[in-house]
């Protein structure tokens, strides 16, 4: 007689006061949501069908709305594409493979959140479900096989290729980022002025050069020349005659 085990289970404690704002505000955005098309596959003969009993046309255009066209046939076309990128599972009374409604369901909100126009833009918005789809079950195979670097590669080809293919929708509905580079080329004008100092007798110099008529760089040199060394001159006077340091 083998012993039960009995698993305790712990209490959950409440969620904090600004945890709880958080939770309320998440579920206000989500109720503000507009409502997706909803899928479900009938059992017994495995055609796609509405969840819900009545409003059955009701629902159909919701469906026919999703891929921005207006006839039964091609979002019938679109379904049938769309189903058979999901999983599927056997069903025993109808011998067929049945395709995943909830997978279904989340392929047709992805197709239906590019909100397109027209078949056009229904049928790119198709391929970037596809493409997501299949880079999903390409990254769960390289997070199983990290050392794989064709797998790795591979999916790293498909995230760069459904980033262009939603930058080429963004371009189809105008809403493409465009980068704008502005070079300002400015002139600088430097205008140099030249001071001269004019020391008595400049007025009646009559445009003649004067010994007194010097610039500023002269009486630089003046005070240079006032601060030199002084030796005795030759003549009977004994004037000083004034020399540079150096010389002296």
């Known amino acids: ?36 098309p909803v899928m479900t596959i009938d059992p017994e003969t495995t055609t796609l069908t509405s969840p819900f ?24 076309v679109f379904l049938h594409h769309l189903s058979t990128l999901c999983s599927s599972a056997w069903n025993e009374a109808a011998k067929l493979w049945v395709p995943n409604g909830d997978e279904l369901t989340a392929v047709l909100h992805i197709v239906a959140a590019h909100r397109p126009k027209n078949e056009a833009e229904a049928a790119l918005a198709a391929q970037i479900a596809a493409t997501h789809m299949i880079t999903m079950k390409v990254a769960k195979f390289a997070y199983d096989h990290p050392h794989d670097s064709r797998t790795v590669a591979s999916y790293a080809k498909l995230a760069r290729a459904a980033a262009s ?39 009646n110099s009559e445009g003649q050069c004067d010994a007194t008529h010097t610039d500023q760089r002269s009486v630089a040199r003046a005070g240079q020349v006032e601060g030199c060394a002084k030796v005795p001159g030759p003549d009977e006077e004994r004037r000083v005659v004034s020399l540079k340091s150096r010389a002296g």
């Open 1 to 36: 007689m083998t012993e039960e085990k009995r698993y305790r289970v712990e209490p959950r404690d409440e969620p904090p006061a600004a945890y709880r704002q958080s939770l309320e505000k998440a579920k206000a955005r989500s109720v503000r949501r507009k409502h997706g």
């Open 53 to 76: 009993s009545e409003a059955e046309d009701e629902w159909r255009w919701m469906v026919i709305d999703t891929f921005g066209t207006r006839s039964h046939q091609v979002a019938n």
């Open 165 to 203: 293919q939603i930058d080429t929708m963004a371009g189809m509905k105008g809403k493409r980022r465009t980068t704008r580079q502005q070079i300002n080329v400015v002139h600088e004008k430097h205008i140099h002025q030249h001071q001269h100092v004019h020391v008595g007798g400049a007025e």
